[in-house]
């Protein structure tokens, strides 16, 4: 059947049914996109093919090398396509019912749970699709208002079993219909227009009457069928998190809630891995952190650390790590002891460290990423991102006490010595001052990195610049003695030389940061 | 490479109005910020004057519920658009045909127990929602209805350790988020809660190479953060930490010299969201031509004046 460009009104009525019957036949349809006519005759002809091979491979290979496959605003390829599909979908006129539903195959393609639907026809179904919705939602409301108004006088009705007027038996009756009719026109309008809030509002409504756990998985999946094409869709992001709440409000006592969380960390990744740094996503996922366990933290770390090392530059994954050791040691403070059954190469997976037996101290948590980021900026050169996690975790162990049973003293070191408490706040004297070396070594290091011509060396050469200018920011705002003090002020007046080589773009923001024109420090001679 | 082709944009800006192709219907749940972006941008140019004034009254009334302003007709309520609505009355000079005190009751009825705001109903917080409804009862003289104490330190309290905010508390910085917090401080005369030098240090290393901004570390430089970054500086008043003559010039790059409009970055796809930040960093720039527009309140500076300073309603 040939393609059309300009579809009317009633192909749009016509091509809703179609649609919405698809979505009914196939629940698990995970995954959907608006693509061209040429490339939706190309997925029935794979589908037809009795195949060769070659065939196959020419096929997939010349879809997998358009970028532009599936016209979205993230141009993500459309995953999965192939002759593996064991739901072939008939052309018009086969009737075989184990077949599936019949439907115009120049406007749909069906396959292994994943939709087509060709950009041309789009317009009119979502216009077929809103005016539907619109309407049912109508309905929805007037009769909503009519059950509430009701004033019968109850007696037995048909069935013979409950106590109820007619009246509010039939208009029990029209309101499933109604609402039926409401969920299945306001998923198109959801799916056609991702951000169409209304049709997402409506579900609420109707959802939030419900409390079957079917209905809240099939919700779970309508979101991430969206979020397929549309990653960055806010509504149905904001759709997903209030369902999780609906979730864990109604079977707070149960496993629901874990499992639940369990799922949408591999959602998450999926969705991570397709749509890079997405900043909605990732707000997801931190916010899925305040209803985990301890030992899902603790899991999450440990995927985010092997997939941290795939994707050096994605600053949300950093973040979202940060994110994880705050609420770690946060529930470290607490007395809890939900945490202590598993092993330490759980935790550590690769990376072992000589004094494991102190990890569960938040002192030592920071120390582990410290000297992980370490590596990873040695070997990945001139990474932003990197920076950004190293300046964050010296910020954080700089104010870390030692041990949880610390007194909180504001003195970094101190040349008093031996405190009669056991172990001390912080660093010790000569802890903080052996840190700052390591640390000073690693920016000299970075500062020297050979030139290879490209950005990342120049690059690699600012990050630790200002890395060095925040550890002094940093150091500036503490309480120390009297020899941090000058060690620091020595190191202030000596940033001056170092920015005027490797960023003198800079020269006006460190001026107004540190007023390095003016240096008080006096080299001894 | 150098002008701003004002008569260009103009065309552009009123052509979008017509277009009844699909990308444009699924965008029509937003129409009420559209035509924010699209009138406040034609005042910026000084061609308001092309618009029905009537006309547009007429519509945004009828996306007043009972509660807020929708984003278009038949479209639920939200604080989004009802700032978007109130923003296009304070332009137009049109507030008295609204009620404000029942839309200070919608907003007020958003706040929750700890300072923060639901976008409507359904209970979504961000400190988006918090600069909403600040700048929303600040234009309508109606600021003291909420709890603006719990409001600030709701929005301090999404303050990370880089010195930016995010949507919400420990949220990752982004320069939006930032420019709702900051300008709701601004708004609400509650700047000390911003570390000026920290942030404005955060703020000034999202200019890339090319001259533009991004909004957030490793992503790339898009127009519209030459408004949420620069006017977000502007506010703490570190502006001069960036190269301003690098970003004027990325902003003019961005132009669809041709038919009119400004994209994201050069070359792509012109839209009117990115058109008006575009226009409005380059009015916070300075650039000839331009009427100077307020930081805070994303209006016209004369709009902010008359508000303030003019007749009050």
């Known amino acids: 059947m040939a393609s059309k460009d300009d579809y009317g009104d009633e192909d749009g009525v016509r091509l809703l049914a179609q649609l919405e019957v698809i979505l009914d036949q196939d629940p698990l349809i995970d995954e959907v996109g608006f693509v061209h006519p040429s490339q939706l005759a190309s997925f029935h002809v794979l589908e037809g093919q009795d195949t060769t091979e070659s065939l196959v491979e020419d096929v997939q290979t010349s879809i997998a090398g358009e970028r532009n496959l599936v016209i979205t605003s993230e141009g993500l390829p459309f995953e999965s396509v192939g002759v593996k599909s064991n739901l072939l979908l008939v052309d018009e006129g086969n009737t075989e019912s184990n077949r599936g539903p019949s439907y115009d195959r120049s406007v749909f393609w069906c396959g292994d749970h994943k939709l087509a639907i060709c950009i041309p026809a789009l317009r009119p179904l979502f216009k077929a699709a809103k005016s539907a919705y619109l309407f049912s939602y109508r309905q929805y409301r007037i009769l909503g208002d009519l059950s509430q108004n009701e004033d019968c006088s109850p007696y037995l009705c048909e069935s013979g079993s409950s106590s109820e007027t007619l009246r509010e038996h039939r208009s029990k009756m029209d309101l499933q219909s109604v609402e039926a009719a409401l969920l299945k026109h306001s998923k198109v309008v959801a799916i056609l227009s991702c951000d169409y809030a209304s049709a997402w509002n409506s579900r609420k409504q109707v959802i939030s009457q419900k409390t079957i756990k079917e209905v809240y998985g099939a919700e779970l999946q309508l979101s991430a069928l969206v979020l397929s094409y549309a990653p960055k869709s806010e509504q149905a992001w904001s759709y997903r998190r209030w369902l999780i709440r609906l979730i864990i409000n109604v079977s707070a006592k149960s496993k629901e809630p874990l499992m639940i969380l369990e799922r949408e960390s591999d959602f998450l990744e999926r969705i991570a891995e397709k749509s890079r740094m997405n900043y909605r996503a990732w707000r997801h996922r931190c916010w899925l952190v305040n209803h985990m366990s301890t030992r899902q933290v603790l899991t999450e770390l440990l995927r985010t650390k092997r997939w941290a090392q795939l994707h050096v530059g994605d600053n949300c994954c950093f973040h979202y790590r940060r994110c994880l050791l705050l609420h770690l040691c946060r529930s470290k403070s607490s007395t809890s002891t939900e945490n202590k059954v598993f092993s330490t190469e759980d935790f550590y997976g690769n990376f072992q460290n000589d004094t494991m037996e102190d990890w569960d101290e938040p002192f030592m948590i920071w120390k582990d990423e410290l000297d992980w980021n370490k590596y990873l900026i040695k070997y990945y050169i001139g990474r932003e991102a990197l920076w950004i996690h190293r300046r964050f975790i010296f910020h954080q162990l700089i104010q870390q006490p030692r041990s949880r049973y610390s007194i909180t003293s504001s003195t970094l070191d101190s040349d008093i010595s031996p405190k009669k408490e056991a172990p001390t706040d912080c660093y010790s004297y000569e802890q903080l001052h052996a840190f700052l070396d390591e640390e000073f070594e690693l920016i000299d290091m970075c500062l020297n990195v050979a030139d290879t011509g490209f950005e990342d060396t120049t690059q690699q050469k600012e990050y630790a610049a200002m890395y060095k200018m925040w550890m002094i920011m940093q150091l500036q705002g503490i309480n120390g003695s009297k020899e941090l003090l000058e060690r620091v002020e020595k190191e202030r007046c000596n940033l001056k030389a170092m920015l005027e080589k490797v960023c003198p773009q800079r020269a006006v923001v460190w001026e107004g940061l540190f007023c390095l024109n003016q240096c008080s420090y006096v080299e001894p001679h | ?313």
Not at chain 2, 67 to 92: E, K, M, R, W
Not at chain 2, 165 to 187: D, N, R, Y
Not at chain 2, 275 to 302: M, Q, W
């Open chain 2, 1 to 313: 490479m150098g002008e701003l082709e004002i008569e260009k944009h103009t065309q552009f800006i009123m052509s979008v109005e017509k277009k009844k192709d699909f990308d444009s219907m699924v965008m029509e749940h937003l129409r009420m910020s559209g035509a924010y972006w699209g009138l406040t941008t034609l005042d910026l140019m000084g061609k308001l004057d092309a618009v029905n004034r009537e006309e547009v009254v007429s519509w945004v009334l009828q996306c007043q519920h009972d509660c807020g302003f929708s984003g278009n007709v038949g479209h639920d309520p939200h604080i989004l658009y009802t700032l978007s609505a109130i923003q296009i009355l304070a332009l137009l000079d049109k507030l008295d045909t609204i009620d404000a005190d029942k839309i200070s009751a919608y907003i007020v009825g958003l706040q929750q127990e700890d300072g923060s705001f639901a976008g409507d109903e359904w209970g979504e917080i961000d400190t988006r929602f918090s600069y909403c409804a600040v700048c929303c009862l600040s234009i309508l003289h109606r600021l003291d209805k909420i709890d603006v104490g719990k409001a600030i330190s709701y929005v301090a309290s999404c303050k990370n350790f880089d010195g930016g905010f995010g949507c919400t508390p420990g949220g990752e910085s982004h320069a939006g988020q930032i420019f709702c917090c900051v300008s709701a401080f601004a708004i609400s005369g509650a700047l000390t809660h911003v570390d000026r030098d920290l942030l404005g240090w955060w703020l000034c290393e999202r200019q890339v190479k090319s001259g533009g901004l991004n909004g957030r570390p490793e992503k790339l430089a898009d127009v519209c953060y030459s408004w949420w970054v620069l006017s977000s500086l502007t506010i703490i008043e570190r502006v001069h930490w960036i190269d301003k003559e690098k970003l004027k010039t990325f902003i003019l790059d961005c132009q669809d010299k041709e038919h009119g409009g400004i994209s994201d970055r050069p070359d792509d796809a012109v839209d009117v969201f990115h058109t008006f930040f575009g226009i409005a960093g380059l009015s916070l720039l300075e650039y000839p031509g331009l009427k100077p527009i307020d930081p805070a309140y994303a209006l016209p500076v004369h709009v902010v004046d008359r508000l303030f300073f003019g007749q009050p309603h």
